[in-house]
């Protein structure tokens, strides 16, 4: 037999290395499509799922494919699928989108509680064990991407392969935005300058916030691209290090002059969201999203810094359908200037060495990164 080959760049083990291997490419059986990755976005979860120990890793087996914001092509439709799962019609060439998380559609939490992200029995094309077997292709980090699972959720998209790529995490900031309830005159307070926080800044301008103030720890050139994204002011931890001097600014800053209507925090630090507390106003809302990972322990004070100021903090957790449809339109908005935030694009090859210059917070190429993408089309170094 000769059937053809292609690349999955695959982690080997906990805290390993990223290997490239080539595998058969499959012909999509029915119910099942085969795309082309064009791009997929080097993301931050990936360096924890990498240093993971094995049984944070729902227990898979290795090697697991990683990559899950991911733009692709229809390179072969399975019998039987002629859309995407909103009844687009689909065909060979259409570029597409999906959600990496598959959600079982049984669970308590997809059938009665409603919010599938917390689905109890689901796997993810994003982090997929025993990626070097059948079925192929199951991570973004390779040639290709085999959509094989009946669960699982894709969307055609109309735009370009840059901001297809931002799918995802805009997915994520979707949700976010659901809980936050912005309303027009709001002013709201983005803690945190990376990508997530970024893409918030632009999302949160279009969902009708009045004025944005963003917040950043030392990072001059990303709270500049927050002024870029639709931020009307910025903080930057570095030239105002006083958290006091920070909460005034704030306060002074709101168009109501009592403190923010809404804050969403999407830095990863423990002492973000304790700061959330002081730039909300009272009976306003705190989204936190950045704390996906476990930083730490805050003081916090149940009569003080919730029930007297009369707060709702809501927890954002991961996405799911609604949120990655909502996310179409913005991904497409041209008022969000999505590709100023893609710094960098790298080979197959280098998703290890991006990862780990990420996670150092160096620079790629003598340049800072906001976001790496990999385009698998790029010649090795
Ligand atoms: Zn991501
Ligand atoms: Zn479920």
């Known amino acids: 037999m000769s059937q053809k080959t292609a690349r999955a760049n695959l982690l080997d083990k906990p805290d390993g290395h990223f290997i490239i291997g080539e595998y058969p490419i499959p012909d999509p059986v029915p119910g099942a499509i085969l795309a082309r990755i064009e791009l997929c976005g080097v993301c931050g979860t990936d360096i ?149 926080g970024l893409l918030t800044i632009g999302a949160c301008k279009i969902a009708g916030a009045s004025r944005i103030i963003a917040t950043g720890r030392r990072n001059r050139r990303r709270l500049d691209l927050a002024k870029e994204m639709g931020a009307d002011l910025t903080i930057c931890q570095a030239d105002m290090p006083s958290g006091k001097d920070r909460k005034e600014f704030v306060y002074d800053n709101s ?11 999407t830095a990863g ?9 002081n730039f909300v106003r ?50 497409a908005d041209e008022r969000i200037p999505l590709e100023s935030l893609i710094t960098h694009r790298v080979p197959l090859g280098d998703v290890e060495k991006a990862l780990a210059t990420i996670e150092s917070q160096g620079k790629l190429g003598g340049k800072e990164i906001v976001k790496i993408m990999m385009d698998p089309s790029l010649p090795e170094a």
């Not at 959600?103 to 689901?122: N, Q």
């Not at 168009?255 to 925090?265: K, S, T």
């Not at 630090?269 to 507390?277: N, Q």
Request: charged share 20%.
């Open 255 to 265: 168009l109501n002059l009592v403190g923010a209507d809404v804050v969403i925090n």
């Open 48 to 196: 924890h799922t990498w240093h993971a120990p094995p049984e944070a890793v729902f227990g898979l087996e290795y090697p697991i494919s990683l990559g899950h914001e991911i733009s692709a092509k229809v390179e072969a439709l399975g019998e039987g699928v002629s859309t995407d799962s909103i009844g687009q019609p689909l065909k060979a060439g259409d570029r597409i989108g999906f959600i990496p998380a598959i959600h079982c559609g049984r669970c308590y939490y997809c059938r009665i509680a409603k919010t599938p992200e917390k689905c109890t029995s689901w796997i993810t094309y994003g982090t997929w064990g025993n990626a070097d077997q059948e079925p192929h292709f199951t991570g973004g980090y390779g040639d290709y991407i085999y959509l094989h699972h009946p669960n699982t959720f894709l969307l055609k998209s109309g735009t370009t392969a840059e901001r297809t790529a931002f799918m995802e995490p805009m997915a994520v900031v979707v949700h976010s935005l659901l809980h936050a309830q912005i309303e027009p005159g709001d002013t709201v307070v983005v803690q945190g300058s990376g990508p997530i």
């Open 269 to 277: 630090v423990a002492e973000a969201f304790k700061e959330s507390l």
């Open 282 to 331: 009272d009976s306003g809302t705190v989204v936190e999203v950045g704390n996906f990972v476990d930083s730490g322990t805050i003081e916090f004070n149940p009569c003080r810094d919730l029930l007297e100021k009369g707060i709702k903090i809501i927890g954002s957790f991961d996405n799911e359908a609604e949120h990655f449809v909502r996310s179409l339109p913005l991904i």
